[in-house]
């Protein structure tokens, strides 16, 4: 959705396999779209559905690395290039902790939503396996 116009540019709901479904605007009009992972899952490729047929509309990308850290971000963030939009769109995925973790491949991320919780737990992370090392309790 554009901030400023409030105007939707692009919806994308899984639809049957790898695919994702909905609208995107060109233009200032909104069309069907189909969007499919290319090849190598990198990009989510768009195509709208025009009055002359199919036309590459745009792509999108997973968002993998956050460059003020060094943590990696929740797979959840997708940023897309539209062919009438200069600047790019963000996007986040819906319900991220409900969605399989083969839309996450598909959608080019590196780790599911529940790869990347299962890292966040204390459980998980270095500093509690250095904690219990160090400690001197009986009974470990």
Do not use: C
Not at 5 to 32: I, K
Not at 124 to 130: A, P
């Amino acid at each position: 959705m554009d901030k400023d116009t409030r105007e939707l540019n692009l919806l994308l709901v899984q639809s049957a396999d790898e695919h994702l479904q909905g609208v995107v605007r060109l233009n200032g009009t909104l069309y069907p779209a189909l969007a499919t992972p290319s090849a190598d899952n990198s990009q989510l490729v768009i195509n709208a559905l025009t009055d002359k047929g199919l036309r590459f509309a745009g792509y999108g990308e997973a968002v993998n690395h956050d460059a003020d850290s060094t943590n990696r971000p929740a797979p959840e963030l997708m940023q897309f290039h539209l062919k009438t939009r200069e600047e790019p769109l963000f996007a986040a995925v819906y319900t991220p902790e409900k969605q399989p973790d083969a839309l996450y491949r598909n959608l080019g991320f590196e780790q599911s939503w529940q790869q990347w919780s299962n890292s966040q737990k204390p459980e998980d992370r270095q500093e509690k396996t250095l904690h219990q090392d160090l400690s001197h309790s009986p009974g470990r």
